[in-house]
């Protein structure tokens, strides 16, 4: 673990972390490296990035591996969680103890998480001035606060996760631009309103009670909204209201 938090220390530690055959090219692969790094020198079992379309619809870019990815994805399911709360109040959301959370705050990602091994979360919004762009999760398996020095180091991970989006962006650029593979990563964002259009009709009920419909059921098949809403979009999938 490494002593200090300064973001030069922190890039430097990003570019030691080896280069895996499955990373995402330029940007996301980067995150990826960026997550990676930050799981082996703050004290987390992962670290996830988020950002979020025009709309305020999540999509995960990077993750320290497939079960902080299904972590960064349950919030997105269940429509709660640090990460939402992150970006939405524009400041750090440090969940020392999970379990307490779970009775008070988020009744369903709490409970749910925790059967993941996830005892603590801290979510770091990822912004400049007005601009918000998503936030950073920091998972534990023990519950616990982080120390001023592990805060300084997830600070500083955060901020190298701005500029690394700020930098793929590109002067001039339209948002969305400059980053490989983003717009491929939000256009599941668009499949899952389009999803949930065609449930609204297929139930018959506005458009919050289709997306927690939607909801529910990939919670209850134990699958991500994403995946679900391509298989409404193709048709492979129908609800049928309560009264057929």
Do not use: N
């Amino acid at each position: 673990m490494t002593s200090s938090g300064s973001a030069d220390d922190v890039r430097a530690l990003i570019a030691d972390e080896p280069r895996l055959s499955g990373d995402k090219p330029a940007a996301f692969g980067g995150l990826q490296r960026l997550c990676r790094a930050a799981t082996r020198s703050l004290p987390a079992m992962g670290v996830g990035v988020i950002v979020m379309s025009e709309s305020g619809e999540p999509t995960t870019v990077a993750s320290s591996g497939p079960d902080c990815e299904a972590l960064e994805e349950l919030q997105f399911t269940l429509g709660e969680g640090p990460c939402l709360d992150a970006y939405v109040l524009r400041r750090p959301v440090l969940t020392p103890d999970l379990g307490k959370a779970a009775r008070t705050r988020w009744l369903g990602y709490g409970p749910a998480a925790q059967d993941q091994g996830v005892q603590a979360v801290f979510a770091f919004p990822l912004q400049v001035g007005a601009a918000r762009l998503g936030a950073m999760d920091v998972y534990r398996t023990t519950p616990g606060a982080l120390s001023f020095a592990s805060l300084s180091r997830a600070l500083s991970f955060a901020d190298v996760a701005v500029k690394s989006l700020l930098d793929a962006h590109g002067p001039g650029e339209r948002e969305g631009e400059g980053v490989p593979g983003l717009d491929d990563a939000l256009e599941s964002r668009l499949e899952l309103y389009q999803a949930q259009g065609m449930v609204m009709v297929q139930l018959g009920v506005g458009l919050a009670e289709a997306m927690s419909r939607l909801r529910a059921y990939a919670y209850a098949q134990d699958r991500r909204v994403s995946d679900v809403a391509v298989d409404i979009v193709t048709r492979r999938l129908t609800f049928e209201s309560d009264g057929k």
